[in-house]
Every structure is written in structure tokens, then in C-alpha cells.
């Protein structure tokens, strides 16, 4: 069976520090990847999107950057975080284009 | 432009009862309709989908309603739990970039005992 997993779970990082988040997929090949980010409260936007290594979909303009080294692993990043970085950060992994499987997510506060 | 548009925001049903919340595209190259159940803390999880060539599709309390000709469709929760209390989203993909999905703004559901 597939699994997702991403970490860390939680972060606290200072304003102007960098960011990696990590997420990796297990018990399937060539998923395509998603990153999303949740406000607390608000709905899913989503950041970026990969059908493949190193072809990353970027869907709104900002400080942040994704990238996938691997088949099965998706990174984003960011040199340095502002205030409005903070949220819930959702990797998502797709074998096909319909059913979409999320992971844990991760907690980022940035103080 | 919002892609899927979902209502209500928040939703309150007794314990028993029918839970319904609405969504409608605007793309009507979108070929597939999924929903998502989200509990605090936790990522969603995909809880029914349906394709266009449907009109109805039930797992066990749940049923999505689709209707083509006007955009839309909708998640029905029968008989209604207090563990079906979470934050429900709607989706839709399909097209030229199909490989992307649109999310709906979401409808938190509370189940009053």
C-alpha cells in the first residue's frame, strides 16, 4: 500500500529564516506531487505541482520554491520566511489525475 | 476567478439528521468530482468522488448528487453523527491541465447530539 509522509510535523521558525519541508511517497512510481498551504480556518491553496523529477508547476508567485530530487520526494523551500508563510503546509501525492491522497502536514509558525 | 464555488460555510444538524452541502464549477471540461474530509489537525482525506457520467454515487452514509446541466453538485450525509464533525471540501479536475485540482472554500459541519 501507499504511504505519504512529511516532516517535520511542527515548526517555529523567526521571520527571515529558512525553510525546508520535506515530503516523501512510498509503494508507487511516478506519483505526480502537490504542495498546499492551509490558513488556519481558510481552504487549500495550492503552491506547487510536479508530474515528474524536476518539473515543477509553480501556482502563485512568491518566496517559496519547490523541488523533487527524486521520483518520490517533493521539497519546498524558502531563503527566508515572512510573517505570512505561516499555516499548514500540505504535500499531496496522485498516481493518476484523480484520487488525490494528502499527508499529515506540517504546523509552521513563523515568529 | 474561484473555480468551485461551495456552500454553506458552516453547517449545524442534529444528531440523525441529513447534512447537505453544495458546490458548483464553472469549467465544463472538469471531469472529476471528489470530496475531502478534513478533522482538526489532520490532512484531508478523500471520502467519495464521482465522475459526469453519474448522476448519483453512494457509499454507505454518503452520496454525491451531480447535475451537468446546471454545474453542480453536492455531498449528502445521511443520518448524521457527531463524529462526521469536520471541515468538508469539494474539488473538481479535468481539461487542459488536468493533472490540477480546484478546491472548494470548504464547509465546517458540526453534529449536535
Known amino acids: 500500500s501507499q504511504t505519504i509522509h512529511q516532516w517535520p510535523a511542527t515548526l517555529v521558525q523567526p521571520v527571515g529564516s529558512p525553510l525546508s519541508l520535506e515530503c516523501t511517497v512510498e509503494?508507487?512510481?511516478?506519483?505526480?506531487l502537490y504542495w498546499y498551504r492551509q490558513a488556519a480556518g481558510r481552504g487549500l491553496q495550492l503552491l506547487f505541482y510536479?508530474?515528474?523529477?524536476?518539473?515543477i508547476s509553480s501556482e502563485v508567485p512568491q518566496n517559496l520554491s519547490a523541488s523533487r530530487p527524486q521520483d518520490r520526494q517533493f521539497i519546498l523551500s524558502s531563503k527566508k520566511l515572512l510573517l505570512s508563510d505561516s499555516g499548514f503546509y500540505l504535500c499531496?501525492?496522485?498516481?493518476?489525475?484523480?484520487?488525490?491522497?494528502f499527508g499529515p502536514g506540517t504546523r509552521l509558525t513563523v515568529t | 476567478q474561484q473555480q468551485v464555488k461551495q456552500s454553506p460555510q458552516s453547517l449545524i444538524v442534529q444528531k440523525g439528521g441529513i447534512s447537505i452541502i453544495n458546490c458548483a464549477y464553472e469549467?465544463?471540461?472538469?471531469?472529476?468530482f471528489p470530496w475531502y474530509q478534513q478533522f482538526p489537525g489532520k490532512g484531508p482525506a478523500l471520502l467519495i468522488a464521482?465522475?459526469?457520467?453519474?448522476s448519483e454515487k453512494k457509499e454507505g452514509r454518503f452520496t454525491i448528487s451531480f447535475n451537468k446541466s446546471a454545474k453542480q453538485f453536492s455531498l449528502h450525509i445521511m443520518d448524521s453523527q457527531p463524529g462526521d464533525s469536520a471541515t468538508y471540501f469539494c474539488?473538481?479536475?479535468?481539461?487542459?491541465?488536468?493533472?490540477?485540482?480546484?478546491f472548494g472554500s470548504g464547509t465546517k459541519l458540526n453534529v449536535k447530539p
Open positions: 464521482i465522475r459526469p457520467d453519474v
Open positions: 509503494g508507487t512510481s511516478n506519483p505526480n
Open positions: 499531496a501525492w496522485s498516481a493518476d489525475r484523480y484520487e488525490q491522497y
Open positions: 510536479s508530474v515528474g523529477i524536476g518539473q
Open positions: 469549467n465544463t471540461a472538469f471531469d472529476y
Open positions: 474539488a473538481a479536475s479535468g481539461g487542459y491541465n488536468f493533472n490540477k485540482f480546484y
